[in-house]
């Protein structure tokens, strides 16, 4: 479809958020590359190939320590996402939401290690979990939506690196 000279499209929006795109920075990343292998003194993940994942570190090579950002993050409190869960079917099904959220935590650090859940923490009123990374906090909240529909909200704080996503039902 055309549209007019001097007009713009309209914009639709779709299942890809405005707020991630762009270079995004976060304050816990190293400006520039570890010494391969490096070997995360916490967990144990290695940075190899340019990137953190679950291997073993080579053999007969000079490994290097240090903690990668997601073992920073946890040991200095600092969470990249928040999610917020509420309402009273969230508290009615409070264990089937948190096995939900502990599988998907689970298949994306298998792939991505550093993205994890931090904590878990319980509210009167709602039940709120901090990650390492905002990407992880928004898949965490697009599982819930996907799976028991509700209501989703973003808010992203770009000089900070930080995702609040709520969830209500």
Known sequence: MKTPQGSAPAFHPGRHLEIFDGAVIDPYQQRGKYAEPTVCSDCGAVYQQGRWQWSSAPRHVQVHQARCPACARIHEAMPAGYLTIKGDFAKAHRDELIQLLRHHEQREKNEHPLQRIMRI?????????????????????????????????????????????????
């Open 121 to 169: 923490d319980e509210q009167p009123d709602a039940c709120e979990i901090t990650t390492t990374d905002i990407h992880l906090a928004r898949g965490l909240g697009e599982a819930l939506e996907h799976a028991y529909r509700g209501t989703l909200h973003y808010h992203y704080n770009k000089g900070d690196y930080l995702l609040r996503v709520l969830w209500e039902r």
